[in-house]
């Protein structure tokens, strides 16, 4: 095997990606990639010294729309492109539906 795909909780996402790059896999993580920033430092320098590719699995990125939209952009088809604004927000869900789970991005 020469790569893994690692879909565990949040919270495992990063000691598992770390195992897997010390063993010389090539990871697939599923999003967050590590807990916080320090992990997420740990776990970008583990990946160049083991000199394997390791990505998050943002899949839009290879979708055909992405693709198009880029060569619209770069075409010029619709003028200069002078800025770019973008608000995401992805309200939390009722409490009701977390009793007893941790609020803890990590966690889920």
Do not use: Q
Request: charged content about 20%; aromatic content about 6%; overall charge negative.
């Amino acid at each position: 095997m020469e790569a893994i795909y690692n879909p565990l909780a949040n919270g495992l996402h990063g000691p598992w990606n770390l195992a897997a790059m010390a063993a010389g896999k090539h990871v697939l993580t599923e999003k967050p990639s590590a807990s916080d920033a320090a992990e997420a430092r740990e776990v970008r320098d583990a990946a160049a010294r083991a000199g394997v590719v390791f990505m998050e699995a943002f899949h839009y990125l290879y979708h055909p729309v992405a693709r198009r939209l880029l060569d619209v952009v770069e075409s010029g088809e619709i003028g200069e492109l002078r800025n770019v604004e973008v608000h995401m927000e992805i309200p939390p869900p009722p409490d009701a539906t977390c009793a007893g789970r941790s609020r803890s991005p990590a966690v889920g």
